[in-house]
């Protein structure tokens, strides 16, 4: 490489030549790069200045002879041998020289602001001894000024140096990383560095590193990455010749642009009424979402806690006091409601009911569904359905001769013919049919009484709620609602077992299922008196508009 390229060099370009062209270790490059010697400063450092930096004879003297070359070798430009640089006295020059110091100036003297430096030469002092072979000159052919030609670049190379004298490598990590750090070997601990482990790695760096700088960089990524591998070299990238942390730099500004774009969409959404960043399963469009949770401080878990525990220990009893399980939950509702909403990470259903089990009871149920809504909806929404609702669908139905819907009405009614509760059970499935043309069985199923709820449950492979119904047609009959595997309730009352379906929705900030999806907002809309919000197709405009004319010439 001629003297024009190297000057054109920043920083980490002159890095990685010196590792990949000249043969230097990474980590001595590495401290090149710290230190912000770009092409043309690499050309004005001194022997003494190379070996302050590189620590190392056998490197001192490659890069001492690299730049030989590149200068031409007019003279020995880096050594402090003074008989192997000097000039006869006749050819002395006093620009030549520089003036008689302690020591030449590093780096790390200059002023660290992005701008043009040079290093100023004295003026020739007439007390310098020409004839004192001890005097410590150092040839200098056309000095360069300490320049960054990308303002950008020597912006970055700046913020990397204020990076490595402000952030440091943790030495205590979580147990999990702990356990790899602390393998007998290099090659145990590569095969406990797994990609979750490499994830709590980065999180707790990303962590770190918003408690040092509000806005980190890449730059800032760029030299933590670095620093990791440095001190944990069996972290470092296989076949990475020149920088070993590529991929952790990579992992670590994306973790930064994650957390950045979690922050700017939750500052959007507690400065409107959009919908909350949804869970892992199916998002919810028109119900819990469109109720946001109280406003409370969770900086302090203590009495949340305390309170989960009184929960439990009172479901423990023989006889749970209702009242004091309704206090609670009304207590904990708020932190409650941002797990659900996934404001703390993705938790299940099976989680939030081994929190709070008495999720598993009506009155509480009800309650929670009044939290949600800020409002008591279930009990009257009930009350309208058996009273006004279930007739006016029949009614309806029965006007429609269509021969799909004869078939599909004479067949229900077949088999609902013993059912106490056939007239609900066949509005819903007319309600079904005439709305989406499907089959009631994405609601609601019947079981012999031999069937093992809990089994049931749990063969359950969709995520949407569902109600099971279980008889041999003798006795009481009996309810579950299952939600994602779980058996949220047992009911007595088919109309109670589809209010809390529907309202189960709201409770674990759930999706409708698509094929059902008409019929539920139906419910939601009409039935409950709650507004959707949602774009209607024709035909569902068509049916309900029919139906609640019906509904109102029956009262």
Not at 420 to 441: D, H, I
Not at 481 to 503: S, Y
Request: hydrophobic residues 35%.
């Amino acid at each position: 490489m001629d003297q024009e390229a190297l000057e054109k060099l920043s920083p980490s370009a002159l890095s990685e030549f010196l590792n990949t062209d000249v043969g230097i270790p990474l980590s001595i490059c590495q401290a090149f790069e710290e230190e912000l010697v770009d092409g043309p400063a690499l050309l004005d450092l001194t022997e003494e200045d190379v070996k302050g930096i590189c620590k190392k004879i056998g490197p001192t003297k490659k890069i001492c002879r690299f730049i030989n070359q590149v200068l031409g070798d007019k003279s020995e430009v880096i050594s402090t041998d003074v008989s192997s640089v000097r000039p006869s006295s006749s050819q002395l020059n006093p620009s030549m020289f520089s003036p008689p110091i302690a020591h030449s100036p590093s780096l790390s003297d200059l002023p660290s602001s992005p701008v043009s430096h040079k290093l100023k030469l004295k003026s020739f002092s007439s007390s310098l001894s020409h004839n004192d072979p001890s005097s410590p000159i150092s040839f200098i052919s056309s000095p360069s000024p300490l320049t960054c030609t990308d303002s950008d670049e020597c912006s970055s190379s700046i913020s990397s140096l204020h990076v490595s004298s402000k952030f440091f490598i943790p030495d205590t990590w979580r147990p999990s990383i702990m356990e790899c750090i602390n393998a007998p070997s290099e090659t145990e601990a590569r095969r406990l560095l797994t990609p979750k482990i490499r994830s709590e790695i980065v999180r707790d760096l990303v962590t770190q590193m918003y408690t040092v700088w509000p806005n980190p960089k890449s730059a800032e990524s760029t030299v933590v990455a670095r620093k990791l591998v440095s001190k944990y070299v069996f972290m470092k990238d296989k076949g990475q010749a020149v920088s070993g942390y590529g991929s952790w730099e990579r992992k670590i500004i994306d973790r930064i642009h994650n957390v950045s774009v979690s922050v700017k969409r939750k500052e959007t959404n507690e400065s409107s009424d959009a919908p909350v960043s949804k869970r892992g399963r199916p998002k919810s469009t028109t119900l819990a979402s469109r109720y946001p949770p109280l406003q409370h401080d969770f900086s302090d878990d203590t009495s949340f806690n305390r309170n989960i525990d009184k929960i439990k220990s009172e479901m423990c009893m023989s006889n749970p006091r209702k009242q004091v399980l309704l206090k609670l939950m009304e207590d904990t509702y708020a932190r409650r409601r941002e797990m659900v909403l996934g404001k703390q990470g993705v938790v299940s259903v099976s989680h939030v009911l081994e929190l709070f089990p008495c999720l598993k009871m009506y009155s509480i149920l009800n309650q929670e569904v009044s939290l949600v809504l800020d409002k008591d909806v279930l009990t009257p929404g009930l009350e309208s359905w058996k009273s006004t609702w279930v007739s006016a669908i029949i009614d309806y139905s029965e006007s429609l001769k269509s021969k799909a819907m004869v078939q599909a009405r004479q067949q229900y009614k077949e088999a609902y013919e013993d059912d106490e509760e056939c007239n609900e059970k066949l509005a819903l499935s007319m309600l079904v049919q005439m709305l989406g043309k499907k089959t009631l069985s994405n609601i609601y199923k019947q079981y012999e009484l031999m069937d093992n709820p809990e089994e049931v449950a749990q063969k359950s492979i969709s995520p949407y709620p569902m109600i099971g119904y279980f008889t041999n047609g003798v006795g009481e009959p009996s309810y579950f609602v299952f939600v994602e595997g779980q058996i949220l309730i047992k009911l007595n009352l088919f109309a109670k077992a589809l209010g809390i379906w529907l309202f189960s929705h709201y409770i674990f900030n759930l999706e409708y299922f698509k094929d059902i999806k008409d019929c539920a907002l139906f419910l939601q809309e009409f039935v409950f008196s709650l507004p959707s919000g949602q774009r209607k197709t024709s035909s569902y405009l068509s049916v309900t508009t029919s139906i609640k004319s019906y509904a109102d010439s029956s009262l």
